[in-house]
């Protein structure tokens, strides 16, 4: 897995690309609270993200939960159908707002 992170506007977008599985995730948390100093608001961009498995959504909940507590929010973006089948059969959908572009979802915090 690669993670890219940027500012654009409020906002800081993470493109996820490759798998967010049990090997892959501490990195993940790595990066994210490296940003979550930087800015609450975070885009994770997934259009390059092939594969979640529970470690990953784990993980992606752990974020969402941390940014909260920072006064911010986690969006998705650019999710491929297999990782959202993992938000669909675990009902995590729920609690996260999903984007079909990255930029559509960081003009959604202002």
């Known amino acids: 897995m690669t993670l890219d992170f940027y500012e654009k506007n409020n906002a800081g977008i993470l493109e996820i690309k490759g798998r967010l599985d049990a090997f892959s995730a501490p990195d993940l948390k790595n990066v994210f609270e490296q940003m979550i100093g930087r800015t609450p608001n975070i885009v994770f961009d997934m259009k390059g993200c092939e594969f979640i498995d529970s470690t990953g959504l784990g993980m992606i909940v752990a974020c969402?939960?941390?940014?909260?507590?920072?006064?911010g929010d986690i969006r998705l973006a650019n999710i491929q159908d297999k990782p959202k089948m993992v938000f669909d059969i675990t009902r995590a959908y729920k609690i996260f707002q999903f984007f079909d572009s990255a930029d559509a979802a960081v003009n959604s915090y202002d």
Do not use: I, M, R, Y
């Not at 969402?64 to 006064?71: T, W, Y």
């Open 64 to 71: 969402l939960k941390s940014a909260s507590q920072a006064g």
